[in-house]
């Protein structure tokens, strides 16, 4: 039973975290301090790293974007020690044209003996658009 608390803790944690990833800090308390992180540009271990990578998106997303937005669908247990988490990402880019972009994801998180995540995987299943909103509303 105590098992079962502790990942609903985690998932929890990551459900109130992520929509708001590109605003405000997440919660460290649940990744172990040697977390292992993959996306489909870095690859990196230990915990002040993973804080760096999350001070770039925010940084990045206030940089390039006019708006940004990250989505989430779902955070489950698929497995005894991982979490999935099915996201979009949507933005309006910093550019005259106001292109949007958009695209789909997901996250897997592996959990320890602990219940603490120590490992992130990242994909991006579908890369959507650059698009103006007058091209859109044509189609």
């Known amino acids: 039973m105590e098992f079962k608390f502790l990942v609903e803790r985690v998932i929890k944690t990551l459900k109130q975290d992520l929509p708001t990833l590109f605003e ?3 919660s460290y ?8 992180f993959k996306d489909p540009v870095n690859t990196f271990k230990y915990k002040f790293n993973y804080r760096i990578i999350f001070w770039t998106l925010r940084f990045h997303a206030r940089l390039f974007f006019t708006q940004i937005y990250f989505d989430v669908h779902e955070v489950s247990q698929s497995t005894q020690d991982t979490i999935l988490a099915k996201w979009t990402v949507r933005g309006v880019l910093r550019v005259p044209w106001k292109a949007r972009l958009l695209f789909n994801g997901y996250s897997t998180y592996k959990l320890n003996q602990d ?6 995987k990242d994909r991006i299943e579908i890369v959507c658009c650059l698009y103006q909103e007058q091209l859109l509303l044509s189609i």
Request: hydrophobic fraction near 30%; charge should be negative; charged fraction near 30%.
């Open 24 to 26: 405000k800090d997440i």
């Open 29 to 36: 308390d649940i990744y172990t301090q040697d977390i292992y």
């Open 115 to 120: 219940n603490l995540i120590y490992e992130h």
